[in-house]
């Protein structure tokens, strides 16, 4: 049993207080924290193709902290003089690599995100509360997959008349098609077209079904069972911990003028560990769960 058969509104918590940590939070301890557990779990849920992802976020942090050091001049320890003159401090670099990897853990949870929360939790969570915010972030979840798909059948059929991506000489790859195979300019072109009738045929399908009338009622197959429940009180178990750290600075450390290191002690530390036991919760009930299948079926 995966994260994803869980209730909705556990995956809802769960990412929200993610999510809310990987950006809140600047001490390196809890940073750490976040980097290892998303690129564990997103590489958990999406295989080779995540790996890739994440390992190619890493060059993209470096090049940020350096380009943040180039044009930031904040702190006392000078490293060097970039080639127009300026200094290029320890505090900035270091500030850079912050903001570097807090954008990389939301990527990574993300990615995560849209593997494991489907339209059908959107409609679920928002449908009651919005129905127009819940059809929105359905088509917007839908909305990549969609246009991925349409971009190769759109290639395979210019394909068909020698127009492909990976056809033609050079001047016709650079003129008709983009030599990145799919976001060429006639492919492109052809697939804004479908876009906006895709889009025209939703709008027109949602308010034929009576999607924005008041008192409309919506099937749901979830149900809030043990397991969800015994999963809350772990989650919010962690989330306590760490807002108790939050809450008295643990979670906090200064860059400007100087680096001021707080050691974790005391509250501090458990908070870390409130932290990680939080992050880490499904990638172990993912583990957990196929351990005991793997038991069972050679049990069997």
């Known amino acids: 049993m995966g994260f994803e058969f869980c209730h909705p509104a556990v995956n809802f918590i769960f990412f929200a207080a993610a999510l809310y940590g990987s950006i809140a939070f600047s001490h390196p301890v809890f940073l750490a924290i976040a980097y290892a557990a998303a ?10 193709r995540a790996l890739v992802f994440d390992l190619c976020l890493l060059p993209l942090v470096l090049f940020f902290a350096l380009s943040y050091a180039g044009n930031h001049h904040f702190g006392v320890t000078v490293l060097r003089q970039n080639f127009i003159g300026n200094n290029m401090t320890a505090e900035s670099l270091v500030y850079g690599l912050v903001l570097g990897v807090r954008a ?3 990527c990574m949870w993300c990615s995560a995100l849209f593997r494991v929360v489907s ?3 959107v409609v679920y969570l928002f449908g009651r509360v919005s129905p127009r915010l819940a059809l929105f972030l359905t088509i917007l979840l839908r909305l990549i997959p969609r246009l991925n798909r349409e971009a190769v059948r759109i290639d395979l059929a210019q ?7 990976n056809q033609g000489n050079v001047w016709e790859r650079l003129v008709q098609e983009n030599p990145d195979r ?8 052809m697939l804004i077209t479908w876009l906006i009738q895709a889009l025209a045929l939703e709008a027109d399908s949602m308010k034929s079904r009576g999607s924005a009338l008041h008192g409309r009622t919506a099937f749901s197959i ?3 069972d043990n397991r969800d429940r015994a999963f809350v ?10 807002g108790m750290g939050a809450i008295l600075g643990a979670t ?9 290191w707080k050691p974790l002690n005391g509250l501090a530390a458990a908070s870390a560990v409130g932290y990680a036991f939080l992050c880490l919760l499904p990638l172990g009930l993912e583990l957990w769960t196929g351990y005991r299948f793997e038991k069972l079926r050679r049990m069997a």
């Open 233 to 242: 009180i772990a989650l919010f178990s962690g989330i306590i911990l760490t």
């Open 222 to 224: 979830y149900r809030f």
């Open 119 to 121: 339209s059908d939790k």
């Open 159 to 165: 394909k068909g008349i020698g127009r492909g991506s």
């Open 104 to 106: 990389a853990c939301v």
């Open 252 to 260: 906090e450390m200064f860059y400007d003028p100087v680096i001021l």
């Open 39 to 48: 690129f564990a779990y997103s590489v958990r849920r999406g295989g080779r």
């Open 182 to 189: 799919v976001h060429g300019l006639r492919i492109f072109s």
